[in-house]
Each structure stands twice: as C-alpha cells, then as structure tokens.
T-cell receptor, first 116, second 111 residues
Framework: AAGVIQSPRHLIKEKRETATLKCYPI?????VYWYQQGPGQDPQFLIS???????DKGSIPDRFSAQQFSDYHSELNMSSLELGDSALYFC???????????????FGSGTQLSVL | GQNIDQPTEMTATEGAIVQINCTYQ??????LFWYQQHAGEAPTFLSY????GLEEKGRFSSFLSRSKGYSYLLLKELQMKDSASYLC????????????FGTGTRLLVSP
C-alpha cells in the first residue's frame, strides 16, 4: 500500500540558508500535517492543511511557511535557518473525516535536517 | 507534552507484560491514540479509544476512562522488537482535527 513520502530523507544546511521539505500524502488523503521533533522530544505540531487551505497553525516560526498544492502534496519552506532548527520533520496525512479513528495519522519517514 | 503525562522510561523482560499509563487534560477531548515510535523512525498507529473500556488487538490492548482522563497501553508477551517509545496522543476537537502528543515512554525490553 502507498505510504506518505517525504523528501529529502536527510538534509544538511548552514545557518541562514533556506530549505524546502516535500511531502506526498497517501492517495485520497486530503489533510496534511507537519510536525517537528527535536532530539529526545515529542513531536510538536507546526501546521496543517485541509483541501489545500491552511486549517490549523501550531508553533511554527515566522521564518517558516508551508502550502498544499492542487495535487495535495505539501512543501515546508524554511528560511534563515538556525542551529535550533535541527530536527526530524515529519509529515503525516489523514482522510480528514468527521473525527474518530478515521482521523488517525499516517506518518512519513521524516526528513532529518541538520543545520551547521 | 501539553497536559499529557506518561512515564519517561520503563524496562521489562522478554515474555513479560507491561502497562504504560497516560493521564491527559479532558477538555476538548476527542479520542485517545497510542503510537509506537522506533528511534529515528516515524510514529506508527497502534490503537484508538473514544469510549470507555478496553480495546484488544493481539498482544496490545488499550484502555480508556474518560471521566478520569486516563488511558493505558498493555503489552503482553513482550518481544525485543517492542523496545521503542510509546506515545500517548490526545485528539483535540478544534473543528479540524489536531493531535497533541505526550512526551512518550521509552520502553526497553531485555532478554
């Protein structure tokens, strides 16, 4: 079965550079979530999209932006990178139903971002 | 995690049973998920509870008490591959579903 695909798998950047992470949700999933997980920390919700519109916003820095495209894939753009941005970035998708178990998320393998 | 409490670490031996407890803030509650996460990998869905009681899925069972804001994940016949972090995750009814993650319980299974 198709899963959530994220690219790249690993990314190394220097301070003040920009990075773009991509996420391709499971087919027919209309909701995409982005999470940031620092070393030894729980995943922190960044932002979500439903039907190509931003649906919710969490602790996403102003330096970051994201969007969901017409084919439902999503991109997380990160500018002026800081050392503290080094983390594992997960994308997840769901069918976005009316609640309940249908809301369960399917996660991609993540993008490990290292800022040097 | 935001208003979700679970033990940081637990240890157990192969073949044993372990119970991982989770307490959470009840406001806006919309379901309780458990996810398993191996180091450096994505969380994977284990179970979902929205009504009180026990849900059993093979070696894993999950229990919920909504009035107490309490859940547990029960793992039976532990195997070495069960060594992972177990995330208690609360569904929040904000119109568009969002999940709030606990800090996770790191389980170490030894021979």
């Amino acid at each position: 079965a198709a899963g959530v695909i994220q690219s790249p798998r690993h990314l190394i950047k220097e301070k003040r550079e920009t990075a773009t992470l991509k996420c391709y949700p499971i087919p027919r999933h209309d909701t995409v979530y982005w999470y940031q997980q620092g070393p030894g920390q729980d995943p922190q919700f960044l932002i979500s999209f439903y039907e190509k519109m931003q649906s919710d916003k969490g602790s996403i820095p102003d330096r970051f932006s994201a969007q969901q495209f017409s084919d439902y894939h999503s991109e997380l753009n990160m500018s002026s990178l800081e050392l503290g941005d080094s983390a594992l970035y997960f994308c997840a998708s769901s069918s976005g139903g009316t609640g309940g178990e249908e809301e369960k998320l399917f996660f991609g393998s993540g993008t490990q971002l290292s800022v040097l | 995690g935001q208003n979700i409490d679970q033990p940081t670490e637990m240890t157990a031996t192969e073949g044993a049973i372990v119970q991982i407890n989770c307490t959470y803030q009840t406001s806006g509650f919309n379901g309780l998920f458990w996810y398993q996460q191996h180091a450096g990998e994505a969380p994977t869905f284990l179970s979902y509870n929205v009504l009180d009681g026990l849900e059993e899925k093979g070696r894993f069972s999950s229990f919920l008490s909504r009035s107490k804001g309490y859940s547990y994940l029960l793992l039976k016949e532990l195997q070495m591959k069960d060594s992972a972090s177990y995330l208690c995750v609360r569904g929040v009814d904000t119109g568009f579903q969002k999940l709030v993650f606990g800090t996770g319980t790191r389980l170490l299974v030894s021979p």
